[in-house]
């Protein structure tokens, strides 16, 4: 807990003063303009990756960045009210599936041996479509590229989704983040491949 409120203090020190106005007019509401889905990986934060301050992103994190189907039954659905809050409540203009190398979860997905931790063996095996389409023998990359394919399109089977990316242009992205050299790289949705973003 020390190096936590050691962070906060510098915050109240270094960041407050400066953004204090800003941190002001947020507390009326928030007003995202991107809702980001990705990775709950420690190395992979959207705020510092796209450079947004608070307020700009509305993000949901879990495993391996994953897109659950469109389901209407009783059960929970945290993932999916959270997307339905952003695209519906907050109006996001644009909504960003980002993937990222070495992910676990899409090494767990592609695990021929029995998942111990408790929930992950159900939920990564939503990857299996991304799995079956790529192979195992080609490595982790085609399918971490693939799984965010998979999760645009599971977004598509949302009605509130669909009706607002054909009639209010909402945008749907796929990006792939490679912590190794901390590059970007953008889903071409023409061409259906990855590219990486330029340095200015």
């Given amino acids: 807990m020390k190096s936590l409120l050691a962070g906060y203090q510098k915050f109240r020190k270094e960041i407050w003063p400066s953004d204090k106005e800003h941190f002001v007019e947020l507390a009326k509401g928030q007003n995202p303009h991107t809702l980001v ?17 608070p307020g700009d992103l509305f993000v949901i994190r879990n495993v391996a960045s994953v897109v659950p189907p469109y389901e209407t039954n009783s059960g929970y659905h945290g993932v999916s009210a959270a997307i339905a809050f952003a ?18 979860g899409v ?28 192979g195992c023998e080609h490595g982790q990359l085609p399918v ?22 054909e009639k209010k242009g909402l945008q749907l992205l796929g990006a792939h983040f490679k912590i190794s050299d901390g590059t970007l790289s953008v889903l071409d949705n023409k061409t259906g491949e990855f590219a990486t973003v330029p340095e200015l």
């Fill in 37 to 53: 889905i990705s990775c709950s990986d420690s190395r992979v934060d959207p705020a510092t990756i796209f450079g947004a301050r």
């Fill in 87 to 104: 695209v519906i409540n907050l109006e996001v203009a644009r909504v960003v599936v980002l993937g990222h190398e070495y992910c676990g």
């Fill in 107 to 134: 090494t767990a997905a592609m695990s021929t041996e029995d998942l111990t931790t408790p929930f992950l063996s159900q939920w990564v095996s939503l990857l299996k479509p991304a799995i079956h389409k790529c």
């Fill in 144 to 165: 971490e590229y693939e799984s965010i394919r998979l999760s645009l399109g599971r977004l598509m089977t949302f009605p509130f989704i669909a009706e607002r990316v």
